[in-house]
């Protein structure tokens, strides 16, 4: 059964960084059955894509974050991570790590609906 925690959410002030973890269980990454990816959902706002990466190493970010967030994935770990810097008010938002099973070559991807696994999420708030 796939299990994903999140963690190191947290507050920081604006230009500040903070690296979230996703570790995943029920599933071995590194053979590449499933797909990860990074949202968020802001108060009042819809869950929207952050970032997504195969086991390829092949990752997209939404245009929000391009340049400002890196995701990677320790394979030993089977721990995925989103490294975010020069983090703004607009970042603030629960984070959440999902999963979904890699069909057909489509991963990378930021399609909501797609992803059929989910953690609990991990807060991140940016005071200006």
């Known amino acids: 059964q796939v299990h994903l925690v999140e963690s190191g959410g947290g507050s920081v002030q604006a230009g500040g960084s903070l690296r979230l973890s996703c570790a995943a269980s029920g599933f071995t990454y590194s053979q590449g059955i499933y797909c990860m990816g990074w949202f968020r959902q802001a108060p009042g706002k819809e869950r929207e894509g952050v970032a997504s990466?195969?086991?390829?190493?092949?990752?997209i970010y939404a245009d929000s974050v391009k340049g400002r967030f890196t995701v990677s994935v320790d394979n030993a770990k089977n721990t995925i991570y989103l490294q975010m810097n020069s983090l703004n008010p607009e970042d603030t938002a629960m984070y959440y790590c999902?999963?979904?099973?890699?069909?057909?070559?489509?991963?990378?991807?930021?399609?909501?609906?797609?992803?059929?696994?989910w953690g609990q999420g991990t807060q991140v708030t940016v005071s200006s």
């Open positions: 990466i195969n086991v390829d190493g092949s990752t």
């Open positions: 999902a999963a979904k099973r890699n069909d057909g070559g489509s991963c990378p991807v930021l399609v909501l609906g797609w992803y059929g696994y």
